[in-house]
């Protein structure tokens, strides 16, 4: 009788470890399929984050491509403003020496 309540004993315990085995089997699959979805997740992030990256990149290239365009344009607008000063000076010297033409003729 004492055997076979050791026997018994010795079942339960054999079917809690075998239990707590499959459970830990279980749980170690789980969380293996967590870390899977994590680093899965972190790989998408990095990739968006090399995205996010490279359009900054090209945005931050272009900006300084305007800046460039820009100071090239207020040359060019500064040229041509001293072209037009010479150009109204020759005309106010016609001008002035048209008038003066025109009094000697009077």
């Known amino acids: 009788n004492a055997r076979c309540k050791m026997e018994a004993d010795l079942r339960a315990?054999?079917?809690a470890?075998?239990?707590?085995?499959?459970?830990h089997e279980a749980d170690s699959?789980?969380?293996?399929?967590?870390?899977e979805d994590l680093q899965e997740a972190a790989e998408a992030q990095a990739s968006r984050f090399t995205s996010v990256q490279a359009q900054l990149d090209m945005e931050i290239l272009h900006s300084q491509s305007l800046r460039q365009q820009t100071a090239t344009l207020q040359g060019e607008?500064?040229?041509l403003s001293c072209q037009l000063e010479g150009i109204c000076d020759k005309a106010a010297g016609t001008d002035m020496a048209a008038k003066a033409l025109e009094q000697q003729r009077d």
């Open 17 to 23: 470890a075998e239990a707590g085995r499959e459970h």
């Open 13 to 15: 315990r054999l079917a």
């Open 29 to 35: 699959r789980h969380k293996g399929g967590l870390l």
């Open 77 to 79: 607008v500064a040229s």
